[in-house]
């Protein structure tokens, strides 16, 4: 048994076209104003289809279900409408599961155009009946356009099934939806979908389920959007009539929803074809015919809800544009951790140079062998060192003390490059794995430094010493030093350069012994301000030091753009938030111009049943 109920209503026809002022559409606007409207629609759209929140934030989710049914109700509704504001009246038939939409559907055409019955749900794909003179504009699909047409019944819900039916007025359609609280996502889906798409929303409901929750969510959001929506109180018993229908006016007015008519339907049988009885549907039947033939009564309901869904969209977007900016404070954040960690590496690196610390161990012990045993005096004149260095790796099977000194320093420094860059891809990591988004961004190999970091940093010293040595060659090209320089070995110069550069910045203009060196470092300055002269020194230990720096500043932003990168692919172009502001600023001057719907809006007229609505 289905059970339904009885209504009447007034004999007058709707006046929903209650409005101060003129005809208000967008063709009554000077030349150029009917046109700004699907423009300003137009930007909105592209600006909506940009934007992105691939960072996994809290506001992201919703943002992107926000966007897709602004994307939707664009496609679907607002610009097709927007085109054609005489086109039929699109009455979306929605509501809870088993509410019996399909069998009231039926019975308002007096014809089998939606299946009914007991399994759930019944209703997988959307059906839209018409009547003949209108399945042209419902056919060529610019309402709706991401629903395939299709004259049979199927149980895709990418498809919408169009039917005719002649005892359906012209000029009114009815499309019944899927369950708004269906058991598959996709139906749920489709229902929000479609409802956004709808001139009237005709929500059915029963004596039992019309305190649902899910219903008044959608009915809100209904009412924000400013679309014309009439109740169905159906399967009533014929006792508890007048106290539920009571009720539910006491929730519809408490939810700004006095306005919207209210049919209650008793309980009652169906016949051999699954239709409702005559009498039950009649007054409901008869509303809707008065809908249909009074052509400005339609165009009210429809000017009301497209101006109602226009004016919602300026919030909307802000809120898609607030979700922007929080993508984009998110990468500038994760970012940040980034540089910050590196530059704490950079940090450590420059106060490894200037305290002197790199003159300890295996340098220092190799930088005396060679200056506090006079070998390095020995080496600097160049014909002797040079002989001497064969002589003594052929007798000793050792380097020479000068290769030994270099290969230390590589050393030191190598060691020094693992170290900061390990620690600093640590804290990234680490400070990336406690954000919402830079959580998601990581991956194991982030959490150390780049797997040939060892290489390229063995590589960067040694591309750096054979920078000092031509640094040497090149001031000792200079004209002034050409005398001194003629005689001396370019490759013990360039060492003494090296430890230099590994002493306090102090110890280069001043000469001050350096505690880790032990006094030999100030030797090795000593001669090289014999050799070149006192600012000549500063001069060459200040260029070898800035030019180390720059290449670990190379080589840590290397390491850099691995987590840099992330974000950059992730990141929302930064004037995302301003287009979509901008956008939706630009519809609502438009809408404002074009004056689709004047103050005190449509009024549906409530059905008169025995005193109730």
């Known amino acids: 048994m289905t059970t339904h109920g009885d209504s009447a209503t007034d004999s007058g026809t709707p006046a929903v076209a209650a409005r101060n002022g003129p005809d208000a559409g967008c063709d009554d606007l000077p030349v150029g104003s009917a046109e700004s409207l699907p423009a300003a629609l137009a930007g ?3 600006a909506i289809g940009a934007v992105r929140y691939p960072l996994a934030l809290p506001s992201a989710e919703p943002a992107r279900r926000a966007a897709a049914g602004l994307t939707h109700q664009l496609d679907d509704y607002l610009l097709p409408r927007l085109a054609r504001l005489d086109a039929p009246l699109l009455v979306v038939v ?15 055409v007096q014809a089998r155009v939606s299946a009914a019955g007991v399994l759930r749900p019944t209703t997988r794909s959307p059906v839209l009946v018409c009547n003949p003179a209108d399945a042209a504009w419902f056919r060529q699909g610019d309402l709706l356009p991401g629903l395939t047409r299709t004259n049979e019944p199927t149980e895709d819900p990418g498809t919408l099934q169009l039917v005719t039916a ?7 359609a009815f499309l019944d939806a899927p369950d708004i ?24 409901t029963t004596a039992a389920r019309y305190a649902d929750a899910v219903p008044w969510e959608l009915l809100r959001g209904a009412r924000a959007r400013g679309t014309v929506i009439a109740m169905v109180l159906d399967r009533v018993p014929p006792e508890a009539a007048d106290e539920i229908a009571a009720h539910l006016s006491e929730m519809l007015a408490a939810q700004d929803l006095a306005a919207a008519p209210l049919f209650v339907l008793p309980e009652t049988w169906v016949d051999g074809q699954g239709l409702l009885p005559d009498r039950v549907t009649a007054p409901l039947s008869a509303w809707f015919a008065r809908l249909a033939a009074d052509a400005d009564a339609r165009s009210a309901v429809v000017r009301q809800t497209l101006d109602g869904a226009l004016a919602a969209l300026h919030p909307a977007v802000a809120g898609l544009a607030d979700a922007a900016d929080e993508q984009v404070a998110a990468a500038d954040a994760l970012d940040e951790r980034v540089r910050a960690a590196y530059r704490a590496a950079e940090r450590t690196v420059d106060q490894g140079l200037k305290d002197g610390r790199l003159l300890r161990g295996e340098v220092l012990a190799r930088w005396q062998e060679l200056v506090g045993t006079g070998e390095f005096f020995r080496t600097l004149e160049a014909r002797i060192g040079r002989l001497r260095d064969r002589v003594v790796a052929k007798v000793t099977g050792r380097p020479a003390p000068a290769a030994e000194l270099r290969t230390a320093i590589e050393s030191q420094l190598v060691t020094l490059l ?16 406690a954000h919402p988004a830079g959580a998601e961004l ?11 970091l060892a290489e390229r940093a063995e590589r960067l010293v040694r591309d750096w010493q054979r920078g000092v040595l031509e640094l040497v060659r090149v001031e000792g090209g200079n004209r002034r030093f050409v005398a001194r320089t003629a005689a001396y070995a370019v490759n013990a110069t360039g060492l003494a350069v090296m430890i230099a550069v590994f002493a306090s910045t102090a110890f280069i203009p001043t000469g001050l012994e350096v505690a880790t060196g032990a006094g030999t470092a100030v030797a090795g300055q000593a001669v090289l301000q014999a050799l070149f002269g006192d600012q000549a020194v500063r001069s060459l230990a200040n260029k070898a030091r800035s030019d180390l720096l720059d290449r670990i500043g190379r080589l840590l932003a290397e390491e850099t753009a691995r987590f840099l990168a ?26 404002h111009r074009c004056g689709l719907s004047r103050a005190g809006g449509p009024v549906l ?8 609505r």
Request: aromatic content about 4%; hydrophobic content about 40%; glycine content about 10%.
């Open 44 to 46: 909105l759209r592209a």
């Open 94 to 108: 929605g509501g809870s599961t088993g509410a019996g939409k399909s069998t009231l559907v039926n019975s308002l």
């Open 166 to 172: 002649p005892a359906l007025p012209a000029g009114l």
């Open 181 to 204: 609280d269906s058991v598959v996502d996709a139906n749920r889906a489709l229902a929000g979908q479609l409802l956004a798409a709808a001139d009237l929303w005709l929500f059915v």
């Open 418 to 433: 693992r170290g900061v860059t390990a620690e600093a891809a640590e804290h990234t990591y680490t400070g990336w794995k």
């Open 442 to 452: 990581l991956a194991p190999e982030l959490a150390r430094p780049s797997a040939d």
């Open 566 to 591: 992330r974000t950059g692919a992730a990141r929302p172009a930064s004037e995302t938030s301003a287009d979509l502001r901008r956008a939706a600023t630009d519809v609502e001057k438009a809408r």
């Open 605 to 612: 007229p409530a059905p008169d049943q025995d005193g109730r």
